[in-house]
């Protein structure tokens, strides 16, 4: 009677026979809850927990399947095909650590009693974990798959380390299980990363990672802190649905292509609302070069946009932002490629600029109004008088926000007037400079016929060309006076 495992194998590896591929003889089978078992199969408990023949083995014993296993590993380089460890118990820790690289390689169902030691192992074929249980640390760090790996479905008890690790092919963790503290530190995935639906319970480090692939932590639950500190996303890359329950650190990354942080909004039950939810994030320094969207997301606590740069604007449409939401020196987009971009970023920040209205910030307000604006003022489909009016209002104040461009523009137009006025007088005196403040001080003083006399002495034949320049003057001095001063009543008055 052969061992009683069976697993039909995943791809690449599924024309493998899905029974045990050992072939152990009948009597060296162990018969445990009514089924016969090979000593690689064999659990280390009965269903009931009582240990088995395995679980009481002696360190040296242990220590014999560990031999056992690398002579097969030995044996598949030997015969050129692949390596199935499908299913196999290892019951003491066991390292993998060896120069030569190894050929393709199946865990697929394997469970890990102990340590699990990759640590610098290169893997030169595709390689399965998926479905591997972990009851202990785990490490990877500085291996290198050149091939796809897989761990979907993967248990990881202990800790997990991956620092340093090289996914040159496909890297897929989709509902993998992270039960301690996990690190992705200077990991670089150089294809398709994709950690869908896996679940982090403790603290994990994705800290200087470099994603070069498209990427997806769509669904993804971050139970605790988090950090992405420095990372590099150089292609999409979706956070769509995911879950922050602890603190994210963002702070410094790279953002190349689109990004996405959207959720999907549902407010059905507690647990839906609180996968909307953001808590503490931190995306100051960072770049975004793409397209970045946060739609229908909640930000509960303090968020920091500190000094980032975004080429495209963001989209934040039905999202709940904190009072402590912090746009300090960031840098938003004054170039667009065509009209659909200028009218979505027209709306994006429209969005931003009433949410930072309901929080009373008031000059994170004015600041995207004067966004919108820049928007608004370049479309086509606006009035030429709309447009003229609102290129005048974003040079002479920056729609409100700066009270220093009034001021310069103010001192231009005065400096300008006096040497018309004495080009026009053909002279440079005193009396041409007072003249030049009057209608600075008192607007269209030149009009008064009390000052006709003194107009004839200055400027003589041309003095109804001077009326007309002293005119403009006051019109255009009395204009920015009043953006002069409402410029600082509107950066600090109070809602």
Same mark, same amino acid.
Request: glycine fraction near 6%; charge should be neutral; aromatic fraction near 12%.
């Given at each position: 009677m052969p061992c009683a495992f069976q697993a039909k194998r995943p791809r690449p590896f599924h024309k493998l026979n899905p029974g045990c591929q050992f072939h152990v003889g009948e009597d060296d089978l162990t018969k445990v809850d009514g089924e016969s078992w090979c000593d690689f199969h064999l659990h280390m408990q009965t269903q009931d927990g009582h240990l088995t023949k395995k679980g009481e083995w002696t360190e040296q014993e242990r220590a014999n399947f560990n031999k056992r296993i690398f002579e097969w *590993?030995?044996?598949?380089?030997?015969?050129?095909?692949?390596?199935?460890?499908?299913?196999?118990?290892?019951?003491?820790?066991?390292?993998?650590?060896?120069e030569e690289p190894y050929p393709t390689m199946c865990f697929f169902k394997a469970q890990f009693c102990s340590n699990a030691i990759f640590k610098k192992v290169q893997f030169t074929g595709t390689t399965r974990f998926d479905e591997v249980q972990f009851a202990s640390d785990a490490r990877f760090d500085e291996a290198q798959f050149a091939s796809d790996a897989r761990f979907k479905n993967t248990q990881f008890s202990g800790y997990a380390w991956f620092e340093k690790t090289q996914f040159t092919? *496909?890297? *897929?963790?989709?509902?993998?299980?992270?039960?301690g503290d996990i690190s992705f530190a200077r990991t670089r995935f150089s294809s398709y990363a994709w950690f869908e639906n896996a679940r982090f319970f403790s603290y994990v480090s994705f800290v200087?990672?470099?994603?070069?692939?498209?990427t997806t932590f769509a669904k993804v639950w971050f139970s605790s802190d988090t950090s992405f500190a420095r990372a590099r996303f150089l292609t999409d890359t979706s956070f769509a649905e995911s879950r922050f329950s602890g603190d994210a650190n963002f702070q410094k990354a790279q953002f190349s292509e689109s990004i996405k942080f959207d959720s999907d909004g549902d407010s059905s039950t507690p647990e839906a609302i609180q996968a909307n939810v953001f808590k503490h994030i931190n995306f100051s320094d960072s770049t975004f070069d793409g397209p970045v969207s946060f739609i229908n997301r909640q930000f509960r606590s303090t968020t920091s946009f500190f000094r980032c740069v975004f080429?495209?604007?963001?989209?934040?449409?039905?999202c709940t932002l904190h009072q402590g939401t912090n746009f300090d020196r960031t840098m938003f987009p004054s170039t667009f490629s065509d009209k659909a971009e200028r009218a979505e970023a027209e709306r994006a920040y429209r969005t931003l600029k009433l949410a930072m209205e309901q929080v009373r910030a008031r000059q994170e307000e004015s600041m995207f109004y004067a966004l919108?604006?820049?928007c608004r003022q370049g479309r086509k489909d606006v009035d030429c008088t709309v447009r003229l009016a609102s290129t005048l209002y974003l040079y002479c104040s920056d729609y409100?926000?700066?009270?220093?461009?009034?001021?310069a523009w103010l001192t231009g137009v005065t400096g300008v007037s006096w040497l018309l006025y004495a080009l026009l007088g053909w002279s440079l005196n005193e009396e041409m400079f007072d003249f030049t403040l009057t209608q600075l001080v008192r607007p269209f003083n030149v009009w008064l016929s009390s000052n006709q006399s003194n107009l004839h002495t200055l400027f003589g034949q041309t003095k109804f060309v001077v009326k007309l320049i002293a005119t403009c003057q006051s019109l255009f001095s009395l204009s920015l006076l009043a953006l002069f001063f409402l410029a600082p009543r509107q950066n600090f008055k109070r809602g």
């Open positions: *590993i030995n044996q598949a380089e030997a015969e050129e095909k692949a390596c199935d460890l499908t299913g196999v118990v290892f019951p003491d820790s066991v390292n993998f650590k060896r092919g *496909i890297a *897929i963790f989709k509902k993998a299980l992270f039960s200087e990672a470099e994603f070069s692939g498209d080429k495209k604007a963001p989209q934040f449409h039905n919108e604006q820049t409100g926000q700066s009270f220093k461009r009034p001021l």
